[in-house]
């Protein structure tokens, strides 16, 4: 019983991402997504776009790191990824949040889910660059179809949305050539500034 009321209180722990709001908006563009609708996007576009990956990928590999990525913003809070200055101070917040969160579950589930969570930072498997070019993708995505309001609300330009997600191509060039597609769109739009 001390395994399974663990288990249950990470569920009801985790149920939290669901207040964490994000910067980007969902695809009409009314209210800020939150960071449990961006895990379950992520997961779903892993399953469906893993044919696009640079190199064989384990999916459910992948689909367990998107689903679990984001936990740690329950205590750490969302970084907007063009803020570079706030994304530096965040690594540490974040596994000190890891620490807590995993630290919830049964040792062996803790230690399994952490693993994923480090590799999915790490940028080092196929299955994690695989994950970021996802992570990367998905508020590219959001932006175009709400018409850069992100974008736009936090003065970011088309040279800094290119710099910051061209790792797309690491883990789909395919990925990253449809990203940079939408890109150029949403600056002859007038969505994103040159």
Excluded at 38 to 43: E, F, I, R, S, V
Excluded at 144 to 171: M, P, T, Y
């Amino acid at each position: 019983m001390d395994r399974l009321a663990a288990q249950l209180s990470f569920i009801t722990e985790i149920d939290r991402l669901k207040g964490v709001l994000r910067q980007n908006r969902v695809l009409r563009g009314e209210r800020r997504e939150n960071s449990a609708e961006h895990g379950w996007q992520l997961a779903v576009m892993a399953i469906v776009l893993a044919e696009h990956a640079n190199e064989p990928i384990d999916v459910a590999r992948v689909v367990r790191m998107t689903l679990l990525h984001d936990l740690v913003e329950i205590d750490a809070g969302d970084t907007f990824v063009y803020d570079t200055v706030a994304r530096e101070a965040q690594a540490a917040v974040e596994a000190a949040a890891a620490e807590r969160i995993f630290g919830l579950l049964p040792a062996d589930q803790a230690a399994e889910f952490r693993a994923l969570w480090d590799e999915f930072e790490s940028f080092a498997t196929p299955e994690s660059r695989f994950a970021k070019a996802l992570d990367r993708l998905a508020p590219v995505m959001l932006n175009c179809a709400s018409e850069g309001v992100a974008w736009r609300s936090h003065g970011v330009g088309a040279d800094r949305v290119l710099g910051l997600n061209a790792r797309i191509a690491e883990g789909s060039q395919a990925l990253w050539d449809a990203a940079r597609a939408m890109i150029e769109e949403a600056v002859r739009q007038g969505h994103l500034s040159s």
